[in-house]
């Protein structure tokens, strides 16, 4: 029998009954609620015009606020959690809330279709952090895009609304939220029905274990940041959906002393956190990854089993000699990553099978990771070539080295052939001269509307050498870093 999606939109409690599965909460808003404040620009999460807030109860009773991408969240995704929108943030006296009073001092709207993408971002910062600093405050923008090239004032507004106080109407309610949420929230498996289509939310790791035992063919989605553009530029149905974010077990982060155990469902904003402590270079790399939106609603381990050949967290974790626990019914099995990938979006699992860990070990201090990404926009852009190189030197002489490279196939893959060029070698400018022939032997890049093949090959070959350069001189100019306090 079908649930009805429950969830608090701004503080209303509601109650969706016969959900369509494949409708997003930003139709739902416009449609439905009848809420237009929220905008649709390019149905993709890029370019944050749908920006809304999720409140939801953290380990510690807080409230959590995530802002993420209205138009690829499906409705159900909402279950037990507070929806808020633009329409939801000022006082019932009329009084607007820090994040808009800014934007209208700092004169920070000029057409005002984007305005309530950045007042929604502009308002989770306002409550996970304390006065950011000028750079973080450009990262937790740069998923919204203003087409009127009016970032400065929109900056000015982020510095300026903490100057207008420090709470607002969701604080003071916190405790309150948090309790009539857990009443939504409720036990067990969420089971939603509408339109022919099925969703279905398992809470714990066996729960999603037999249900996808039962229906093997169904689709997972995590995050949807993926699966949700498969509906909204696709036009696909997806009949019937199996969810993975309400799965407790899975979305916890373990840092053991060898090994840094990640649940398949924890999200790229938790994860890059810990990996950036223990490997600088890949938390520079996520950094890049997406925007704020997407890294709070994708997950590490949908990243990995969407198999895309230009996904960029597969060719660093290839190289940190990452293993994946594999999930089957009762049964699991432990599979090195680097053999995870098939062919062009094929992978090993099998029917019914899921990414249930991530287990990704700690660094060693003999070994050396460097992480780079090409791609037109620095910030939130899909990547021409990827690279990784996660080498150990001893008195000049490659002792071990493992090469990840994204772009170049049809899968994230190793370039073997040119780790044994390396191995045991000189690391020197004739070594690497000689891998780089070894490289254009064995990769044939395609050429698509991100690189030409030639680009491609170019590009792998000076990222080697780019490595190799900074290896052997730590001054050399190499790389520009905006965040250069997080490497230290």
Known sequence: MSEPVRFLLGFEEREVHDADPNMTVLQWLRTRAHQPGTKEGCAEGDCGACTVVLAEPDDDGRLRYRAVN????????????QLIAVEHLREDDGTLHPAQQAMVDCHGSQCGFCTPGFVMSLFALFHNEDRPDRQRIQDVLAGNL??????????????RMYELGRGDRFASAETDTARRLDALRGDGTLAVSGSGRAYYAPRTVDALADLLADLPDATIVAGGTDVGLWVT??????????????????????????????????????????????YPDFGELLRRFASVQIRNSGTLGGNIANASPIGDSMPVLITLDTELVLRRGREQRTLPM???FLDYRRTALQPGEFV??????????????RCYKLSKRFDQDISAVCAAFNLRLADGV????????????????????TEEVLRGQPWSDDTVAAAERALEAEFSPLTDMRASAGY????????????????TNSSAPTRVLEHEEALV
């Open 70 to 81: 209205a138009c690829i969240l499906f409705l159900p995704a909402v279950h037990g959690k």
């Open 146 to 159: 203003c087409r009127c090239t009016g970032y400065r004032p929109i900056i000015d507004a982020a510095q």
């Open 233 to 278: 530029k696709q036009h696909r149905r997806l009949e019937t959906l199996v969810a993975t974010g309400e799965v407790a077990e899975m979305k916890t982060i373990v840092e053991g002393p060898e090994v840094i155990d990640i649940g398949g469902a924890a999200t790229h904003s938790d994860a890059m956190d810990v990996l950036g402590r223990h």
């Open 338 to 340: 680097d053999q995870f």
């Open 356 to 369: 249930e860990r991530i287990r990704v070990p700690v660094a060693s201090g003999d070994w050396q990771l």
């Open 398 to 417: 490659v002792q071990d080295i493992r090469i990840g490279f994204g772009g170049m196939a049809a899968v994230p893959v190793r370039a073997r052939q």
């Open 456 to 471: 491609r090959m170019l590009s792998a070959r000076n990222l080697l050498r780019k490595c190799y350069l900074e290896t």
